[in-house]
Nanobody, 114 residues
């Protein structure tokens, strides 16, 4: 059983930055592959970035070079640093944990607007 709680979303101007956090309530956080996904109104959920237990990362094309996923296993937290934000980044961002099963957080709203 894994419980995930996202935080850090909010309103930011184009070109600005946000850092999202996802805290995992789980015994051994380090064994999970963690990911960030997002869903905009009227659109399907899409992968933003993942990071494995070994620290290997994978990014969607739109995120590469702008977003950075990282994890702190001691704090049982995964982060998504988002820079150079664009209006099209506006979405609800969800944290995901995967190991045999998938668990999802409740989501945090990111709005990029002037």
């Amino acid at each position: 059983q894994v419980q995930l709680v996202e935080s850090g979303g909010g309103l930011v101007q184009p070109g600005g930055s946000l850092r999202l956090s996802c805290a995992g309530s789980v015994n051994i956080f380090s064994i999970y592959t963690m990911g960030w996904y997002r869903q905009a109104p009227g659109k399907q959920r899409e992968l933003v970035a993942t990071i494995t237990s070994g620290g290997s990362t994978n990014y969607a094309d739109f995120a590469k070079g702008r977003f950075t996923i990282s994890r702190d296993n001691a704090k049982k937290t995964v982060y998504l640093q988002m820079n150079s934000l664009k209006p099209e980044d506006t979405a609800v961002y969800y944290c995901n944990a995967r190991r045999f099963n998938d668990w999802w957080g409740q989501g945090t709203q990111v709005t990029v607007s002037s």
